[in-house]
Each structure stands twice: as C-alpha cells, then as structure tokens.
C-alpha cells in the first residue's frame, strides 16, 4: 500500500553534486514526516536528514551545510539535493515515511559513489 521509489544516485567526483528523489503513493509527502538513511558497507544505517509534515527539516551533523531536504506537494515527491560530496558520502541511500498510522516504510535504495 505504501509505495516509495527512490531515484538519482550515481557516481561522482568529489567536491560534485546529486539530487536525489522520491516518489511516494497517494498523499504519503504532504501528509506525513520523512526523511532520508544511509548505509556504506559493514556499518550501520545512520539518519541523514528528515522533514516533518510541517516543514520543519533536521540534519546529521555530517552533511549540515551541505544537504538540502525538500519536497513537493503536488508531485508527491521528496527530494535530497547532495552538495560538496565527499568519497565519505558514498553509501546507499533509503528514503522513508513514518507516521502515526504505521511505519517507517523503506524505499529501495539508492547507490551514491563519490570517487576521489
């Protein structure tokens, strides 16, 4: 029922840039809070950025300055805009929603490589 399609990694160089997205079923964008994870090889999946269903945007420290959450109601997406990436950044990352009706619920993935 709740469907979450993630989009727009790839390889880049350092110092380079990416936006990824998230297109998510029905009203999931609008109405709830979401956010991003990452996961590089052999370490835990860490908390990236997160908007709430106000507006409202939170960032880890590591990427504060250089991530940018968003989104965009009437397309039912969630963006993540990638800035000054470091080889650091490389990891796969997971969109998602949590809300009071259930959740998280996990998008698929997508692979970010920053080569140096």
């Known amino acids: 029922q709740v469907q979450l399609v993630e989009s727009g990694g790839g390889l880049v160089q350092a110092g380079g840039s990416l936006r990824l997205s998230c297109v998510a079923s029905?009203?999931?964008?609008?109405?709830?809070?979401m956010g991003w994870y990452r996961q590089a090889p052999g370490q835990q999946r860490e908390h990236v950025a997160d908007i709430t269903r106000g507006g409202t945007t939170n960032y880890a420290f590591p990427v504060k300055g250089r991530f940018t959450i968003s989104r965009d109601n009437a397309k039912n997406t969630m963006y993540l805009q990638l800035n000054s990436l470091k080889p650091e950044d490389t990891a796969v990352y997971y969109c998602?929603?949590?809300?009071?009706?259930?959740?998280?619920?996990w998008g698929q993935g997508t692979q970010v490589t920053v080569s140096s």
């Open positions: 029905g009203n999931i964008v609008s109405n709830n809070d």
């Open positions: 998602y929603v949590l809300g009071t009706w259930g959740g998280p619920y």
